[in-house]
């Protein structure tokens, strides 16, 4: 009985074994990891598609039309009858075939590129939520340690209370604090799920989603050696989503002229071949013109035309737009780093944390002095890692938005 008990025990308790597996990745893992498995990039990449198929339908030449016609003529008692086949092919007398391929190739273009840059957005949402990953996990680091200074300076406070040399207002006091680290842990801890959940939702699919992920990359604050000018002409000339747009502006210039030459009328020529009852056969031609007298296209010509100047004056507007982001993002790193460097005086570390605990139970600190330096401890290096996360992420983002640039010129 007991060892039916065990095994039914275990059946319920392996799914949870295998999905609580944990996997240690580092940052470029964790991008590789998202251009192998992501679905967030899957859909964009269905986008990319269905602008791609509405170029190609856009410059999809007019199928001919075959026709089969019997006409029975019966004078009096005489069978008499005719059958014509009939191929009718429009044809566009003004190169608008040559006009739209081109435009459509133009689109095409501009949804590679638009693909390129919201995968780049992508991977940069992947690397700050590392980022925030990876400073959860120190912050739990930091609480951890300055629980374990609490408890045991509270075990020291209860055997002195037990000595008759400390009162119990003071053991109650590191209760307090024991609880309220306690809850702030807790509150990491969640954070850190949570966080660690949407990371996986980029890098897996199906079961793996239940993979732990423990951040192996130790982040860091590496200075930029780039100007900023440098950036922003750079994002100019090379930022993919810039790029897409002006190919869209000249697709759309094309357009314009597509719908400018319909309003002149198409020949839809007609070829056959015809044989009577009678014996008599021959082949059949002709064609035939609309004539633009109530339809002359000026609707789809003042709506390309519109489309068309919407789209330069978007350019512009995006050109300006790429200017600011380049600038601000300089700036948010600038700020950041010099944050950093201010933080690098007169920090506490773990070892002068365990030495205030020391003194404190040989008498040189009080209580308060012990619970104020384990409360600059805590504050000081969550505010570290908080900073290291926020130049990182402040990076990813100028990354992105100099056309990476700035990945360039590191790897160089």
Same mark, same amino acid.
């Given at each position: 009985?007991?060892?039916?008990?065990?095994?039914?025990?275990?059946?319920?308790?392996?799914?949870?074994?295998?999905?609580?597996?944990?996997?240690?990745?580092?940052?470029?893992?964790?991008?590789?990891?998202?251009?192998?498995?992501?679905?967030?990039?899957?859909? !964009?990449?269905?986008?990319?598609?269905?602008?791609?198929?509405?170029?190609?339908?856009?410059?999809?030449?007019?199928?001919?039309?075959?026709?089969?016609?019997?006409?029975?003529?019966?004078?009096?008692?005489?069978?008499?009858?005719?059958?014509?086949? $009939?191929?009718?092919?429009?044809?566009?007398?003004?190169?608008?075939?040559?006009?739209?391929?081109?435009?459509?190739?133009?689109?095409?273009?501009?949804?590679? %590129?638009?693909?390129?840059?919201?995968?780049?957005?992508?991977?940069?949402?992947?690397?700050?939520?590392?980022?925030?990953?990876?400073?959860?996990?120190?912050?739990?680091?930091?609480?951890?340690?300055?629980?374990?200074?609490?408890?045991?300076?509270?075990?020291?406070?209860?055997?002195?209370?037990?000595?008759?040399?400390?009162?119990?207002?003071?053991?109650?006091?590191?209760?307090?604090?024991?609880?309220?680290?306690?809850?702030?842990?807790?509150?990491?801890?969640?954070?850190?799920?949570?966080?660690?959940?949407?990371?996986?939702?980029?890098?897996?699919?199906?079961?793996?989603?239940?993979?732990?992920?423990?951040?192996?990359?130790?982040?860091?604050?590496?200075?930029?050696?780039?100007?900023?000018?440098?950036?922003?002409?750079?994002?100019?000339?090379?930022?993919?989503? %810039?790029?897409? @747009?002006?190919?869209?502006?000249?697709?759309?210039?094309?357009?314009?002229?597509?719908?400018?030459?319909?309003?002149?009328?198409?020949?839809?020529?007609?070829?056959?071949?015809?044989?009577?009852?009678?014996? !008599?056969?021959?082949?059949?031609?002709?064609?035939?013109?609309? %004539?633009?007298?109530?339809?002359?296209?000026?609707?789809?010509?003042?709506?390309?035309?519109?489309?068309?100047?919407?789209?330069?004056?978007?350019?512009?507007?995006?050109?300006?737009?790429?200017?600011?982001?380049?600038?601000?993002?300089?700036?948010?790193?600038? @700020?950041?780093?010099?944050?950093?460097?201010?933080?690098?005086?007169?920090?506490?570390?773990?070892? $002068?944390?365990?030495?205030?605990?020391?003194?404190?139970?040989?008498?040189?600190?009080?209580?308060?002095?012990?619970?104020?330096?384990?409360?600059?401890?805590?504050?000081?290096?969550?505010?570290?890692?908080?900073?290291?996360?926020?130049?990182?992420?402040?990076?990813?983002?100028?990354?992105?938005?100099?056309?990476?640039?700035?990945?360039?010129?590191?790897?160089?």
């Amino acid at each position: 009985m007991n060892r039916l008990i065990r095994w039914m025990l275990l059946l319920v308790l392996f799914p949870v074994f295998v999905h609580a597996q944990s996997t240690s990745i580092t940052l470029e893992e964790a991008v590789e990891l998202f251009k192998e498995n992501s679905l967030q990039q899957e859909l !964009a990449r269905y986008d990319q598609l269905r602008k791609q198929g509405e170029a190609i339908e856009y410059k999809a030449y007019p199928n001919p039309e075959i026709s089969i016609n019997r006409e029975q003529l019966n004078a009096g008692t005489v069978d008499y009858h005719e059958t014509t086949y $009939m191929v009718s092919q429009p044809i566009e007398l003004l190169g608008q075939p040559f006009l739209r391929s081109k435009s459509a190739s133009k689109s095409q273009k501009a949804a590679e %590129l638009q693909f390129e840059y919201d995968r780049l957005q992508l991977i940069r949402q992947v690397k700050s939520l590392y980022a925030e990953y990876w400073q959860l996990s120190e912050k739990l680091d930091v609480y951890n340690d300055a629980l374990q200074v609490i408890q045991k300076a509270r075990e020291s406070a209860k055997a002195r209370q037990a000595e008759g040399s400390f009162s119990g207002l003071q053991v109650q006091r590191f209760n307090v604090e024991l609880s309220r680290y306690k809850k702030l842990s807790d509150q990491i801890q969640l954070n850190l799920k949570e966080t660690g959940d949407r990371l996986a939702s980029y890098l897996f699919s199906g079961q793996e989603l239940d993979t732990e992920i423990q951040p192996s990359d130790s982040l860091t604050v590496e200075p930029i050696n780039v100007q900023e000018q440098t950036l922003i002409q750079y994002a100019l000339a090379n930022r993919a989503d %810039l790029i897409a @747009l002006e190919e869209i502006v000249d697709a759309s210039e094309l357009q314009y002229k597509v719908e400018k030459r319909n309003r002149l009328p198409d020949l839809n020529l007609n070829v056959g071949y015809k044989e009577q009852s009678g014996g !008599a056969e021959g082949f059949v031609i002709g064609g035939s013109i609309k %004539l633009p007298i109530f339809n002359q296209n000026r609707g789809n010509v003042t709506i390309t035309r519109a489309q068309t100047r919407s789209r330069q004056t978007e350019l512009t507007l995006k050109q300006q737009s790429v200017h600011n982001q380049v600038e601000t993002a300089y700036q948010r790193v600038g @700020l950041v780093f010099e944050q950093w460097k201010s933080m690098q005086q007169d920090g506490i570390d773990v070892s $002068m944390l365990e030495a205030a605990r020391a003194a404190y139970q040989q008498g040189r600190y009080s209580l308060v002095e012990l619970l104020d330096a384990t409360e600059a401890y805590v504050d000081g290096q969550i505010m570290i890692y908080e900073t290291i996360a926020e130049y990182n992420q402040a990076l990813f983002k100028l990354d992105v938005q100099s056309a990476g640039r700035i990945s360039n010129s590191q790897n160089n």
